[in-house]
């Protein structure tokens, strides 16, 4: 697959991606706001924002792979 194919696939699974992971903390924080109290929904939604990021840099990566023909790299 060449690279221009990959960023193109790799754009849209991010997008998709990060609105799914929204919707997701959404719900959790939705069904136990009460159990986390003041103190532990600034610390859920601070880790919460940090956690998509693995899952981004893992695609990134893959769309940044330069092609096999690629003699530049």
């Known amino acids: 697959m060449r690279q221009r194919t990959r ?28 159990r986390f109290g003041p103190v532990g929904e600034p610390v859920f939604y601070a880790l919460a924002g940090i956690a998509w990021i693995p899952v981004a840099m893992l695609v990134i990566w893959w769309m940044a792979k330069p092609d096999p023909d690629d003699e530049t790299a």
Request: glycine fraction near 4%; charged fraction near 5%.
């Open 7 to 34: 960023k193109l696939f790799g754009t849209v699974l991010l997008v998709a991606w990060v609105a799914f992971y929204a919707l997701l903390v959404m719900a959790i924080m939705h069904n136990a706001v009460r």
